[in-house]
Structures are given as structure tokens and as C-alpha cells.
């Protein structure tokens, strides 16, 4: 299977931004087939987590602190103090 991704990769890197937005599609649709029923369920449970958790990263300007410091990692506490969120939202 190494193989295959190893080729997968190589088409996506060779790609232009059409291909490889067909490239992700089809993987995202072979990962929905493998899934299963029970699978798809709990994926779209989560997409109303997951929706939840992105909006608190845009409210507290997370995602901004981490474009700007892409050069050099913040740590979770260097973000807390830069979004005013308990270190214990961001991960510790």
C-alpha cells in the first residue's frame, strides 16, 4: 500500500490546483465508502462539534496568532496569553 500512496503523492505534487482538488475529492469519496453506515453517522455528528470548535478559534483570533507564527511555533501558553483563552481550550 506504501507503494500506492507513494504514487498518489507523486500525481498530487505534479498536479495543478484543478487536479488536485480532484485528487482530494476522490480520496475523500474512497474514505466515505470504506466507512460504512456507522461511520458516516458518527462523522456527521462530529461536524457539529468540529463546527463549534472553529468558531471559538475565529472568535479568539486563534487562527490569525497561528498564520503570523508560522516562522516560529507558539506554545500553548505564548497562545493563550495572545487569544485570553485558558491554556486547558488549547490544549494542555
Known amino acids: 500500500m506504501d507503494a500506492q ?15 488536485r482538488i480532484a485528487i482530494k475529492e ?3 469519496d474512497l ?3 470504506l466507512e ?12 457539529f462539534v468540529q463546527l463549534a470548535v472553529i468558531r471559538v478559534g475565529i472568535n479568539i ?8 507564527s508560522i516562522a516560529e511555533p507558539l506554545s500553548v501558553d505564548e497562545l493563550a ?3 485570553g483563552a485558558a491554556p ?3 490544549g494542555t
Open 5 to 19: 500512496i507513494a504514487e498518489i503523492k507523486k500525481l498530487y505534487d505534479q498536479s495543478d490546483e484543478s487536479g
Open 26 to 28: 476522490s480520496l475523500h
Open 31 to 33: 474514505v466515505n465508502s
Open 36 to 47: 460504512g453506515p456507522r461511520g458516516t453517522m458518527y462523522q456527521t455528528f462530529n461536524a
Open 61 to 68: 483570533g486563534l487562527f490569525g496568532h497561528l498564520q503570523s
Open 81 to 83: 496569553e495572545k487569544t
Open 88 to 90: 486547558q481550550l488549547l
